[in-house]
């Protein structure tokens, strides 16, 4: 796999590299934040590895520039920040996984093993419950020719239910699923997002249900 790496501090971006490249993967290396924004346009990249704090543009801005012109790439935060308001914001901007420095290679080895298998999983590019498609292509909703605009962290919650094909998901998988693995985010929160998917497809038959303890499960309404 490709991988962009943006990390101003030198050494602990060539023992990045150095440790990715041993493991298989191709590592292109960048140490400026405005040089990375004209890179990610067009880098090719499975991946980014991103440190928020960067001569030029910083991380936020760079990620935020990613997902508003529609890159949808895993992205891994790097920070030295460790209160739990930074790594919200990160993960809020739209990051994939958070790593707080200092932290183990091996650990940032498996973070990058994680995301990456979770975009290599094969997609139907069409997904149909109820009267609604999903084109996970373009992760778009529709209700016949009508867009249904969910919020990034609602299309999360709803692309892991849709991928479970109607079985249980825990809270905690949802979580890892929106906020990336070992966030530190209350469970709460997925009750936040299930509650407002279930106002919107209560119209269209498409229920939520929740079992205590165990999870929730995403089906079709059907009559008796």
Do not use: W
């Not at 739990?84 to 183990?104: C, M, N, S």
């Not at 979580?175 to 530190?184: R, T």
């Not at 997002?193 to 498409?206: E, H």
Request: charged letters at 30%; hydrophobic letters at 40%; glycine letters at 8%.
């Amino acid at each position: 796999m490709r991988i962009t790496l943006v990390e101003d501090n030198i050494s602990l971006a060539k023992g990045i590299t150095y440790r990715l490249e041993d493991a298989g993967h191709a590592v292109d290396t960048l140490h400026d934040g405005t040089a990375a924004a004209a890179h990610l346009h067009d880098d090719g990249a499975d991946l980014v590895i991103l440190d928020i704090n960067l001569p030029g543009t910083d991380g936020l801005t760079l990620l935020a520039q990613m997902r508003k012109r529609g890159d949808a790439r895993p992205v891994i935060l790097l920070t030295a920040r460790a209160d739990t308001q930074d790594r919200v914001a990160g993960l809020d901007a739209g990051a994939d996984d958070y790593l707080i420095k200092p932290f183990e290679m091996a650990e940032l080895e498996a973070r990058v093993r994680a995301l990456l298998r979770r975009r290599a999983v094969p997609q139907q590019q069409f997904r149909h419950i109820g009267p609604l498609q999903y084109d996970a292509s373009a992760r778009q909703l529709f209700e016949g020719e009508t867009e249904i605009d969910l919020p990034r962290r609602e299309m999360s919650v709803f692309e892991c239910l849709l991928a479970a094909d109607g079985r249980l998901i825990s809270k905690s998988a949802l979580l890892d699923h929106v906020y990336g693995v070992g966030a530190d985010i209350d469970e709460t929160v997925v009750e936040v997002y299930v509650s407002r998917l279930r106002r919107r497809f209560k119209p269209y038959g498409v229920m939520i249900r929740s079992r205590r303890g165990l999870g929730y499960q995403m089906r079709v309404e059907t009559d008796a």
